[in-house]
């Protein structure tokens, strides 16, 4: 399998944010490694503001985008609290 | 209260609404009947004719007309089914008339209701400015409307996310231990499910309402609200996309009987109020 690079795993989970979240297009270009992901969770950091079902539906479009079982790779959402959380998890699982 | 012909109405029905009857466990969860008590209670002393906008089976009208002796009540709700559960449980105490939020001013006449009722339910109410001018076109001056919701950003606390999030991964492995395929497709919830209080008290300033109140008030959600909650299509099918709805249900509830006791959650409600001018 080739490796995932960082950036090319960032536009990725760009997209999928996007994906489950049309409403965030808007905003694409202020999306960075270090928006954080959760409503309320810390109020200095630009937050996306998803909530669990939001979360629940981006692992979803994850596994389908990047081709991974992200619950065969010890992943928990709780884990991830930035964009870039995500985009090493997806780096690691690849 | 007077009302129009009911005869022609819109069809406002679609695939969602139409399963509302799975809603039953958690209408009755004694935390959600908790919840809409609160609701009654902001209801003014003096208001009889109540109009309680998507009234489902009546539950909520039922304590209104407790709460509320003398007072005259339809209710309105795009569900079939509801509305004839509303009747069963209420008979001639209400009046019950198919719509949505949006069609109430041909349901009404004009300037003929003290109270709009919204019980849990303006998060699916997609066109909310629309809603609320019809709202405000049959009630009285100083007529009031008072809403609540658990269902809006910001209702959720950030240290729950461990709990909803990992009971649907337990859901989620058992769905494929059993052979089931889940769609890895975004569901595409209505925005209407993520509005700010914020977004509600500007929608009530734009359609005119004065001495507009917001509060929110944090309910813990035990065991019980968790399971009434797992067994709804708007969870279920969210967390189990692909897999039919009443098996993705149990799935979800088997999962929550894997989780250690204590289960709990803190959930904020929020309360609005408005009054015509």
Known sequence: MVALTEDTAFHGVVEVLIEVRPDLAEHRDRITRDTGLFYGEDPSRPALELDSMDALELLSALERHFALELSDTGVRVVDLRTVGDVVDAIVRAV | MESTSTSEHPNYFNDEQQESPEYAALRRNPEYVAMN?????????????????????????????????????????????????????????????????????????????????????????????????????????????????????????????????????????????????????????????????????????????????????????????????????????????????ERAAQLMVEALETVPDPVHVTRCCAYLTARCP
């Open chain 2, 37 to 245: 008590a609160r609701l009654v209670e902001r209801i003014p002393e003096q208001a009889r004719d109540i109009v309680d906008i998507g009234c489902g089976d009546g539950a909520v009208s039922e304590t209104l007309l407790d709460a509320r002796p003398g007072s005259s009540l339809v209710g309105v709700d795009p569900s079939p089914a509801l509305l004839a559960a509303a009747e069963a449980r209420l008979g001639s105490r209400g009046r019950f008339l198919l719509g949505d939020a949006s069609s109430v001013a041909a349901l009404l006449s004009p300037c003929s209701c003290d109270v709009a009722v919204f019980a849990n339910c303006i998060h699916l109410v997609e066109d909310l400015p629309d809603a609320l001018e019809a709202v405000r076109r049959v009630l009285r001056p100083r007529g009031s409307v008072v809403i609540n919701s658990a269902f809006y950003a910001g209702a959720e606390s950030p240290e729950d996310l461990a709990l909803y999030t990992d009971l649907i991964a337990a859901a989620r492995r058992k769905a494929k231990s059993e052979g089931l395929v889940l769609e890895r497709r975004p569901v595409g919830r209505p925005l209407s499910l993520r509005r700010k209080t914020s977004e509600y008290v500007s929608a009530l300033e734009q359609a005119g309402f004065a001495d507009i109140t917001c509060e929110e008030v944090p309910f813990t959600l035990g065991r019980p609200f968790l399971t009434a909650l797992c067994s709804t299509p708007m969870f279920a099918s969210v967390a189990l996309a692909g897999v039919e709805r």
